[in-house]
């Protein structure tokens, strides 16, 4: 039962005060980053204490649905981790049927939810605003949840978008076995690199067109090379081609492209001309 559509549910709260924080998941991520989030609350602890209180909290409340997804079997395993990034780590799983899924978890963290708003603000999707710095993080993973979703309706080459629960999201896997797909910038050398880069360019042209989205941190860094194909990930800023800010995103989407081919020899068309294409006006 969902309270509210901003993703933070206190329905379960009641219950993650009786369950055990050291529960099988975190014995799980015990080998994986226990280390790594200790020294983060030692730290904290030493600034302030408060904080330090709150942050665990929220440590708590993901490990406490983490857990019970694992009980319910909607996660049959956690295998490992495959990034920790500033605003997010990424796991690789096993879900149901044992099918191999990506698990992105939001880190709670203040810096991050006080540049989210400026996403956020402007997006007609998002009307009311959270201050509370959690409310604003299950927001943004609920944000790229919502994107994949219209990306992958419109039949873009994106990750399944799967489960949303705050700040918890779960996707398809890319990847063979437990080595997940190379970004493209670790590739110096596409086969077909001008066919690359078409499917590139038709990605950013059906986002705008079919799906009303502009990508928003599209590059190299974002786009997963599997199979010889780009695959887009990292869609939670992406904004809709109403807000403010989209053509100023959508040209810079565009440049960060065209730098990447530039730089392994591409010849590449005149980047304003596509700029007009995409946004389907004559210059
Ligand atoms: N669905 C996925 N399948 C395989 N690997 C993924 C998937 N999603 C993300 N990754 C890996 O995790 C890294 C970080 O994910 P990303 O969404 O770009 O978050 P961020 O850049 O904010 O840390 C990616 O560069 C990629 O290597
Ligand atoms: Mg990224």
């Known amino acids: 039962m969902e309270k509210k559509n901003n993703g933070f549910i206190d329905e379960d709260e009641e219950e993650l005060e009786r369950e055990v924080s050291n529960d099988d998941f975190n014995k799980k991520l015990d080998d ?8 983060i609350r030692i730290k904290k602890i030493d600034q302030t204490k408060k904080r330090a209180t709150v942050d665990s909290v929220f440590d708590e409340r993901m490990y406490f649905h983490v857990n019970k997804l694992l009980k319910t079997g909607r996660l ?38 006080r540049w989210m ?9 998002f009307k009311k605003i959270p201050h509370n710095i959690s409310k604003i993080i299950f927001l943004w993973a609920g944000k790229e949840f919502k994107n994949l979703k219209r990306a992958y309706r419109a039949g873009l080459s994106v990750p399944e978008p799967i489960y949303i629960k ?49 990508h928003g941190d599209l590059s190299e860094f974002n786009i997963l090379y599997h199979n010889q194909k780009p695959i887009v ?18 040209v810079r989407d565009i440049k960060n492209v065209f730098n990447y081919f530039e730089k392994i020899g591409v010849e590449i068309p005149n980047p304003e001309d596509f700029y007009y294409e995409v946004i389907n006006l004559d210059k």
Do not use: C
Not at 32 to 39: A, C, G, N, P
Not at 80 to 90: L, R
Not at 233 to 250: F, G, M, N, R, W
């Open 32 to 39: 994986l980053e226990k280390k790594k989030i200790d020294s």
């Open 76 to 113: 049959n395993r956690i295998e490992g981790i495959i990034s920790a990034g500033k605003e997010a780590n990424v796991y690789l799983a096993y879900g149901e049927n044992n099918r191999e899924v990506a698990i992105k978890i939001y880190k709670i963290d203040s810096n991050t939810s």
């Open 117 to 125: 708003r400026n996403y956020i603000i402007g997006d007609p999707r």
């Open 166 to 214: 705050n700040n918890i999201l779960i996707m398809e896997y890319i990847g063979f076995g437990s080595i997940p797909a190379p970004k493209l910038k670790d590739i110096k050398f596409p086969k077909e690199p001008i066919k690359l880069l078409n499917e590139i360019l038709g990605f950013i042209k059906i986002l705008y067109q079919n799906a009303n989205l502009v």
């Open 233 to 250: 990930i990292d869609i939670s800023q992406a904004v809709t081609t109403h807000h403010p800010k989209a053509e100023v995103y959508l």
